[in-house]
């Protein structure tokens, strides 16, 4: 008997297809339905056992405190998950996989391995990882021609470390919008994106599969309403794809000279850290554009500052963050100043699978077009936090679907219309609750639980 249901279906329309098995194996009509039934047991123990559910926390091993975004995959296997803010986990896989190796990793940490079958049986189930702490003192700084030469090798081995044919991901997106520090409204959606390979030019594609959504209570005036007649509705879920450094380095403003040969020119390198992972040094360096610099230290008040995470053994990035913070004259910024002086801020982690580094966590906070907040007080701003979480990575062409028709860009995600599948997000893998989320289900349950809320915006 085949392994999974996907096997089983394609053995039985291959038998239906040459219509072997009814005209030679199966003339009896009474034989027949013994078979049907058969076929019908098998496929129903299948559905019923098609997935298992691992739960769990990953904590530091000497300080028992959570580890934040850790990955949690099966050894070498696309399908993977993230632990949030208490490092918390729910992980929803084949039970193909019962007999694999589960792997847990994160910068600074001793990945932790082992048998999925062997934790089948916790309720609890805690994972230690063991920190990993490279000293970094005046002595041992790296100095500046070394620090070009990583930078080098990096923009050099691009080709090599990053996927260069598309390749399919499938997802779970996030988008929580607030006004200060209470949340006002929340989507989640699972959803497939065609990626094109790196330094292509072509842009995702993107299909969402399903959708539930909160009330909204995102306040709009006038002005905001006329500038969205003007210059249409933004869907934000298409602006967290810029989060990829690898992808968009050499496509916007921001980031139009970083991973060129115009780099090292371009910007001023400072190495701020170095960690390990399973024994590989991992360079944490800070980056910023030179003109800038000169103007921060006269009358600029917000600088762009960049960090890339680099792998000694391979050079390549494993996460890269960009802020634009507010260095200066935070009073007169007040009205867009949201957490850690940042007025916009991004990140995204990447994961190697099959010698090739592809993004499995993207990050990212910014303003939204609504209600400006009030410039003698700042308060009332509007801003959204969206996450979004890679479940699984396709690489070849004939084991994904074309994505024809991308989900429109220029109709805010919120205004488009899907229907709620509650059996479909039982079984879906999704970031956990984590506190912050708490707080939003607190706010936005205002006399209408979210499930009552997801079921009626979702007819």
């Given amino acids: 008997m085949p392994k999974d249901k996907e096997a089983f279906l394609k053995m039985f329309n291959l038998i239906g297809k040459y219509n072997f098995f009814w005209k030679v194996s199966f003339k009896n009509l009474k034989m027949k339905r013994i078979y049907i039934y058969i076929l019908l047991f098998f496929l129903s123990e299948n559905c019923l056992a098609e997935n298992i559910t691992i739960k769990g926390q990953v904590l530091n091993d000497s300080l028992n405190t959570p580890v934040v975004y850790a990955n949690i995959a099966i050894k070498g296997y696309p399908v993977g998950i993230s632990t949030n803010e208490k490092g918390e986990f729910s992980f929803h896989i084949p039970t193909i996989h019962k007999n694999d190796t589960l792997i847990v990793s994160a910068i600074g940490y001793q990945s932790y391995e082992c048998v999925v079958n062997k934790i089948l049986l916790s309720d609890t189930l805690v994972i230690s990882l063991k920190e990993q702490v490279y000293k ?57 994106i065609h990626k094109s390979g790196f330094n292509s030019g072509v842009v995702e594609k993107v299909r969402v599969n399903e959708l539930r959504k909160s009330n909204s209570n995102v306040e709009y005036d006038w002005k905001s309403k006329l500038f969205t007649m003007i210059n249409g509705e933004t869907n934000y879920l298409y602006t967290i794809f810029k989060s990829d450094v690898i992808q968009y380095h050499d496509k916007s403003f921001i980031t139009k000279n970083i991973l060129t040969h115009k780099f090292l020119d371009s910007y001023d390198f400072i190495l701020e850290d170095i960690s390990i992972i399973d024994s590989v040094r991992i360079f944490k360096i800070k980056f910023f554009d030179k003109k800038y610099y000169d103007e921060y230290e006269g009358n600029f008040s917000a600088i762009e500052n960049h960090w890339m995470y680099i792998r000694e053994d ?11 913070q507010i260095v200066k004259n935070k009073e007169k910024y007040k009205t867009l100043n949201f957490e850690d002086d940042c007025m916009f801020s991004t990140t995204v982690y990447y994961k190697e699978y099959k010698n090739k580094y592809y993004p499995y966590l993207y990050e990212r906070m910014r303003f939204i077009v609504a209600k400006y907040a009030d410039e003698t007080t700042g308060e009332g701003k509007q801003y959204i936090k969206s996450i979004l979480l890679i479940n699984n990575i396709i690489t070849k062409r004939r084991d994904y679907e074309r994505i024809k028709f991308s989900s429109p860009k220029d109709i805010d995600l919120y205004k488009q219309k899907y229907k709620y599948n509650p059996a479909f997000w039982a079984n879906y893998n999704i970031l956990q609750i984590n506190p912050l989320y708490i707080q939003a289900k607190n706010d936005l349950e205002d006399g209408q639980s979210l499930e009552e809320q997801f079921i009626k915006n979702g007819k």
């Fill in 136 to 192: 970094l003192n005046d002595v041992t700084i790296i100095p500046d021609n070394e620090l070009s030469r990583i930078i080098k090798n990096v923009t050099k081995r691009l080709r090599k470390n990053y996927p260069r044919r598309k390749y399919m991901l499938n997802g779970f997106y996030r988008e929580l919008v607030l006004k200060d520090d209470r949340y006002t409204r929340l989507i989640e959606a699972a959803i497939d």
């Fill in 314 to 324: 391979n050079y390549a990035i494993i996460k890269y963050e960009q802020k634009h």
